[in-house]
């Protein structure tokens, strides 16, 4: 029989089944973690783009003239890139 005193505690067993269920929840978690930032259970990686210069500038422009800029693109991570080329925005200066 439970006595006043005792009443609304837990016994020491049910306290150490719920850590050990909370450390391996936490440890679950991390490893998914650790796989997503990984890029997949395979271990491949996660690409990353790098762009030599972001912006290109041509100054004084007259009407009708053509001007061309390059930019150099590479994959700077592991796995495959792959591009989604939008259209390139013309910006007219003051």
């Not at 391996?24 to 783009?49: D, S």
């Not at 790098?50 to 061309?68: I, L, Q």
């Not at 390059?70 to 792959?82: D, Y």
Request: charged share 25%; hydrophobic share 45%.
């Amino acid at each position: 029989m439970k006595t006043p005193s005792t009443r609304g505690r837990r016994s020491p067993r049910r306290r150490r089944i719920a850590v050990v269920a909370l450390a391996v929840v936490l440890l679950g978690a991390a490893a998914v973690y650790a796989l997503w930032r990984a890029g997949g259970p395979a271990g491949e990686g996660a690409p990353r783009l790098a762009v030599d210069r972001t912006e290109a500038d041509f100054g004084d422009v007259p009407f009708n003239r053509f001007v061309t800029a390059e930019f150099r693109l590479s994959n700077a991570g592991h796995g495959p890139l792959r591009l989604d080329v939008s259209p390139v925005r013309v910006v007219q200066g003051c």
